[in-house]
């Protein structure tokens, strides 16, 4: 079992940063790969962001660029560096974490959730 536990998450505004924070808890975090999803309200979750045990990472094409996604397994944390935050970015973001070598786009492929953290970017 993996505990997922969310932060960094608050009120921006347009073209600011933020660095969300998912702490894992329970078992080798390291042989888990990571994602991160969103879900703006009215609309479904989405993916952002995967890492996978060993660094290699992939992005929705909404964010690329302008997010990026990293791991220090050394403390159990896996980051989202929001640069260039949009209106649209505003969402509740959920880290997740999946046994198995590579991330994911697909939500379904996740077995750990955490609670979620909101981001709310204004003009």
């Known amino acids: 079992q993996v505990q997922l536990v969310e932060s960094g998450g608050g009120l921006v505004q347009a073209g600011g940063s933020l660095r969300l924070s998912c702490a894992a808890s329970?078992?080798?975090?390291?042989?888990?790969?990571t994602g991160w999803f969103r879900q703006a309200p009215g609309k479904e979750r989405e993916f952002v962001a995967a890492?996978?045990?060993?660094?290699?990472?992939t992005y929705a094409d909404s964010v690329k660029g302008r997010f990026t996604i990293s791991r220090d397994n050394t403390k159990n944390t896996v980051y989202l560096q929001m640069n260039s935050l949009k209106l649209e970015d505003t969402a509740v973001y959920y880290c997740?974490?999946?046994?198995?070598?590579?991330?994911?786009?697909?939500?379904?492929?996740?077995?750990?959730w955490g609670q979620g953290t909101q981001v709310t970017v204004s003009s």
């Open positions: 997740a974490a999946r046994r198995g070598t590579w991330g994911s786009t697909m939500m379904k492929e996740y077995d750990f």
């Open positions: 329970g078992r080798t975090f390291s042989n888990y790969a």
């Open positions: 890492i996978s045990w060993s660094g290699a990472n």
